[in-house]
């Protein structure tokens, strides 16, 4: 699979590039039904990439017109690899391009076309260590190891992940040695299962906020959601008027990755935050050793954290309780063993190997399920003109105009700012190249303005009284 023929979407006559033209550079299948690679470029009808945070490995969909029979004759079954290649120009640059290797694992929506001779259907593909994960188990003993060196172990002997897709300068430090015991995890499942324990080495990010995901530009990636939003935004997104000629913009940047459009899909709901413990929430552990129980409460204000921006998502409003969002830990309760401060236990501690490493309850229960619901808040989808230089974990701003008629040069207060890049989906069909974002966000640019609780409007008005 060494070749990387190109295949370039139409130029305008003068030889400028237009923001939606592309360079497919290779989709070879290799299979055993045939002697060497089969080039698919030309059978393509559309090919979508796809990466996401909260995905441990990237997959996509290749759409296939085909009149040449090649399920029959490359004997297609689920036992083959695909090489895609695809960049914004004719640039070599490895930085500009995306160029990996997948597993074949489906074939679906087989069906005959308006030809009789040809027939459509879609290849599925993923990483190939989605599938090796889902063939092998761990059953591994981890005594006072962190929880960076046991994914690194998971991925070094367990997954035998090749050095260009993995680097170890990506998992993040991590704080605190444990003692696990893998109980026949996969692997995949085993990160996942950690990732519910780990913490930032570093002591200024508050919480258990960790995720393990994979992008093309470093391979495999452990790292806190607060790390991922102190980067320099990378890029920033601009939502204007469209189908102006290229000397009306700016610059060259403003013309090729300008948004095509954009939808929110979620803007808040107070009443899911609620439920999912976003705004506050209880845990209740328990000791049996020390037959003790702790209550621990999480205030979304209270519990800081680093943030994409300045401000938080919700106001000071209080409730007719007295309470605000932030005060109220009873609407959600959780409930778990814990063995903290047992080592402080004069008894327990005179015995020696009777105490286990901390796995630290009370901070990673509490907060990581109320970080993660927070830090997807606000999320919407943009739509610009392919870019494969972006993806996920990087930040970016959004500026979106405000459509206040005496403010329609400014952006808008609230939705513009700092996102951070959840998931992209690359899309080449034979009329060009677009990129679909997924922007979330934790925080506001303007914080809202604060309620007078003593006002006798709001005290009528939370109490229920028509006044």
């Excluded at 017109?65 to 695809?86: C, K, P, T, W």
């Excluded at 290229?246 to 403003?254: A, K, R, T, V």
């Excluded at 990087?394 to 808008?412: L, Y």
Aim: with cysteine.
């Amino acid at each position: 699979m060494a070749q990387l023929p190109t295949l370039k979407h139409t130029e305008a006559s003068d030889g400028t590039q237009k923001h939606k033209d592309y360079n497919l550079r290779a989709i070879n299948l290799l299979s055993s039904g045939i002697a060497g690679t089969l080039d698919l470029k030309h059978m393509m009808i559309e090919l979508s990439y796809f990466e996401d945070i909260y995905s441990h490995a990237i997959s996509g969909k290749l759409f296939i017109s085909d009149a040449l029979g090649v399920i029959e004759n490359a004997q297609l079954h689920g036992n083959e690899y695909i090489r895609m290649s695809f960049a914004k120009d004719s640039d070599d640059s490895p930085e500009l391009y995306i160029d990996k290797i997948f597993r074949v694992y489906k074939i679906s929506d087989r069906q005959k076309m308006d030809n009789d001779s040809t027939e459509g259907y879609i290849i599925h593909f993923c990483s190939d260590e989605l599938l090796l994960s889902e063939q092998y188990r761990i059953s591994k003993s981890y005594p006072g190891k962190t929880i960076k060196d046991i994914i690194i172990d998971v991925l070094v002997n367990y997954l035998k992940v090749p050095k260009d897709r993995f680097n170890i300068s990506n998992i993040q430090d991590t704080l605190g040695t444990y003692s696990f015991i893998i109980p026949g995890f996969k692997p995949f499942e085993a990160i996942q299962w950690l990732s519910n324990y780990a913490r930032p080495a570093d002591t200024s990010l508050v919480g258990s906020d960790m995720l393990f995901f994979e992008n093309a530009k470093n391979g495999y990636v452990f790292s806190s959601m607060q790390t991922m939003f102190s980067k320099t935004p990378e890029y920033n997104f601009k939502f204007g008027v469209k189908n102006r000629p290229m000397e009306e913009f700016d610059n060259m940047n403003d013309y090729f990755f300008n948004v095509l459009s954009y939808e929110y899909d979620k803007t808040f709901d107070v009443l899911d935050g609620i439920h999912n413990g976003t705004f506050a929430n209880r845990l209740i552990s328990l000791d049996i050793l020390q037959h003790s129980v702790n209550i621990t409460d999480y205030n979304y204000i209270l519990n800081n954290k680093k943030t994409l921006n300045s401000s938080p998502v919700v106001n000071n409003l209080k409730n007719r309780f007295g309470q605000a969002l932030y005060e109220t830990p009873e609407g959600l309760l959780r409930l778990s063993m814990s063995n903290s401060n047992q080592s402080d236990n004069p008894f327990i501690a005179a015995r020696p190997g009777s105490v286990s490493q901390d796995i630290f309850a009370e901070t990673y229960v509490t907060q990581r399920k109320s970080q993660l619901a927070i830090n997807n808040y606000t999320r919407l989808k943009i739509v610009i003109p392919g870019n494969p230089t972006v993806s996920i974990g990087q930040t970016a701003m959004f500026d979106i105009i405000s459509t206040t008629p005496d403010e329609q040069k400014e952006n808008d207060k609230f939705y513009s700012g700092k996102y951070l890049i959840s998931s992209i989906r690359h899309t080449i069909q034979t009329g060009g190249y677009n990129t679909v974002i997924e922007l979330i966000k934790d925080s506001n640019n303007k914080p809202y303005n604060k309620v007078d609780n003593n006002s006798q409007v709001w005290k009528n008005t939370v109490a229920g009284v028509k006044k």
